[in-house]
Protein backbone atom coordinates (compact mmCIF):
# COMPACT_ATOMS: atom_id res chain seq x y z
CA UNK A 1 0.00 0.00 0.00
CA UNK A 2 1.17 3.24 -0.79
CA UNK A 3 1.88 6.02 1.53
CA UNK A 4 0.88 9.39 1.66
CA UNK A 5 2.86 12.27 -0.15
CA UNK A 6 3.87 14.15 2.91
CA UNK A 7 5.06 17.74 1.47
CA UNK A 8 5.84 18.98 4.75
CA UNK A 9 9.76 18.85 5.41
CA UNK A 10 10.89 16.49 8.49
CA UNK A 11 12.33 18.49 11.19
CA UNK A 12 15.45 18.12 12.93
CA UNK A 13 17.37 20.04 15.86
CA UNK A 14 18.35 23.21 12.95
CA UNK A 15 15.04 23.39 10.77
CA UNK A 16 13.31 23.66 14.32
CA UNK A 17 15.07 27.02 14.99
CA UNK A 18 13.06 28.60 11.99
CA UNK A 19 10.23 29.36 10.29
CA UNK A 20 9.30 30.63 7.14
CA UNK A 21 9.14 34.14 7.63
CA UNK A 22 11.78 35.00 9.63
CA UNK A 23 14.57 37.79 8.81
CA UNK A 24 18.00 35.85 8.47
CA UNK A 25 21.39 37.25 7.94
CA UNK A 26 23.05 34.43 5.11
CA UNK A 27 26.90 33.81 5.66
CA UNK A 28 29.73 31.92 4.46
CA UNK A 29 27.49 30.65 1.36
CA UNK A 30 29.11 29.75 -1.63
CA UNK A 31 27.69 31.47 -4.97
CA UNK A 32 26.26 34.98 -2.67
CA UNK A 33 28.03 36.73 -0.83
CA UNK A 34 27.44 37.98 2.78
CA UNK A 35 23.79 39.35 2.81
CA UNK A 36 20.04 39.18 4.26
CA UNK A 37 16.78 38.06 3.41
CA UNK A 38 13.47 36.17 4.65
CA UNK A 39 12.73 32.40 4.73
CA UNK A 40 10.36 31.80 2.02
CA UNK A 41 10.05 28.09 2.44
CA UNK A 42 11.96 25.31 4.39
CA UNK A 43 13.55 22.03 3.26
CA UNK A 44 15.04 19.19 5.98
CA UNK A 45 18.65 21.06 5.63
CA UNK A 46 18.27 24.22 4.23
CA UNK A 47 16.09 26.65 3.14
CA UNK A 48 14.44 29.04 0.20
CA UNK A 49 15.36 32.64 1.15
CA UNK A 50 14.31 35.28 -0.67
CA UNK A 51 17.48 37.79 -0.96
CA UNK A 52 17.19 41.54 -0.51
CA UNK A 53 18.78 44.39 -2.60
CA UNK A 54 21.80 46.19 -0.82
CA UNK A 55 25.41 46.07 0.41
CA UNK A 56 26.91 43.20 -1.85
CA UNK A 57 23.90 41.77 -3.25
CA UNK A 58 23.80 43.82 -6.54
CA UNK A 59 20.70 43.76 -8.91
CA UNK A 60 23.04 42.05 -11.42
CA UNK A 61 22.93 39.04 -8.65
CA UNK A 62 19.51 39.08 -7.81
CA UNK A 63 18.86 38.95 -12.17
CA UNK A 64 21.40 35.44 -11.87
CA UNK A 65 19.91 33.95 -8.91
CA UNK A 66 16.07 34.99 -9.63
CA UNK A 67 15.98 36.90 -5.99
CA UNK A 68 15.90 33.28 -4.24
CA UNK A 69 18.79 31.34 -2.97
CA UNK A 70 18.82 27.53 -1.27
CA UNK A 71 20.77 27.84 2.05
CA UNK A 72 22.31 25.34 4.19
CA UNK A 73 20.92 26.30 8.02
CA UNK A 74 24.32 25.95 8.84
CA UNK A 75 25.08 29.76 7.18
CA UNK A 76 21.78 31.07 8.60
CA UNK A 77 21.08 33.12 11.62
CA UNK A 78 17.97 34.95 12.81
CA UNK A 79 17.99 38.45 12.45
CA UNK A 80 16.91 40.79 14.91
CA UNK A 81 13.90 42.81 13.43
CA UNK A 82 14.13 46.15 12.55
CA UNK A 83 12.68 48.51 15.39
CA UNK A 84 9.42 50.48 13.67
CA UNK A 85 9.68 54.31 13.59
CA UNK A 86 6.25 54.39 14.03
CA UNK A 87 6.20 54.21 17.39
Not at 25 to 47: F, L, W
Not at 59 to 80: A, P
Amino acid sequence: MAQPNSTAPVENEQSRRFTAGDQVNVTKEQGIPDCTGVIAKKYVNSALVKLEVGGKITQKIMEEVNGRYVVSYRHLKKSKPALDATK
